[in-house]
C-alpha cells in the first residue's frame, strides 16, 4: 500500500492509503504502485484516477507537483476535484468565458498564458465529468463511497 495525499490551496482533498494511482504529467501518464523510484514531476491539467482494490476514483487536477518517495506520494495541486463534484455546465462555461476573452482582447504573453491554463482547467474537468457522469459516483456505489471517506 502507498500512502497518498492530494492537497490544494484550499484543503486537503485525499488523504488515504491506496493500491496505485495514473496522473498526467508533463512527461506524460505515469502510474505509481507500491515501491516506485523516487519521483518530483509537474502535474498536468486531466484526469487522476486512484485504485484501491477494486474502487476506482477519478479526478480532474488542474496541474501542480507530485513526488514521489518511499511509498508516501504527495501531490500539491492548484485545484482536484472528484468526478462527482464536477457541475459540467458550470465547467463548459467557464471554459467559454476564459476562451472569448482570450480570443477577443489584446494582452501579453503573460495573460494569454493564464488563459490558457483556465481552458486547460475546464476541459480536464469536462472530460471527466462526461466519461463519468453515466457511471454514478464515478462508478461507486453509496456504501463504498462512505467507506472510503472514513
Known amino acids: ?12 482533498v485525499y488523504n488515504d492509503s491506496i493500491d ?28 487522476l484516477v486512484i485504485k484501491t482494490g477494486s474502487i476506482t476514483l477519478p479526478f480532474a487536477i488542474s496541474g501542480g507537483f507530485v513526488q514521489v518517495n518511499e511509498n508516501q506520494i504527495i501531490i500539491l495541486a492548484d485545484t482536484a476535484e472528484r468526478a462527482e463534484e464536477i457541475a459540467e455546465d458550470r465547467a463548459e462555461e467557464a471554459r467559454l468565458r476564459a476562451q472569448q476573452a482570450r480570443d477577443e482582447k489584446r494582452f501579453d504573453t503573460e495573460e494569454f498564458a493564464i488563459l490558457s491554463a483556465k481552458i486547460e482547467k475546464e476541459l480536464a474537468r469536462i472530460r471527466v465529468a462526461k466519461k463519468y457522469r453515466h457511471k454514478g459516483h464515478a462508478g461507486l456505489t453509496e456504501p ?5 471517506n472514513q
Not at 500512502?3 to 484543503?11: A, G, H, K, M, Y
Not at 496505485?20 to 484526469?47: A, F, K, W
Not at 463504498?144 to 472510503?148: A, G, K
Request: charged share 15%.
Open 1 to 12: 500500500m502507498i500512502n497518498l495525499t492530494i492537497v490544494t490551496p484550499e484543503r486537503t
Open 20 to 47: 496505485q494511482v495514473t496522473l498526467p504529467t508533463e512527461q506524460g501518464e505515469i502510474t505509481v504502485m507500491s515501491n516506485h523510484i523516487p519521483l518530483v514531476s509537474v502535474v498536468n491539467p486531466g484526469e
Open 144 to 148: 463504498e463511497l462512505v467507506e472510503i
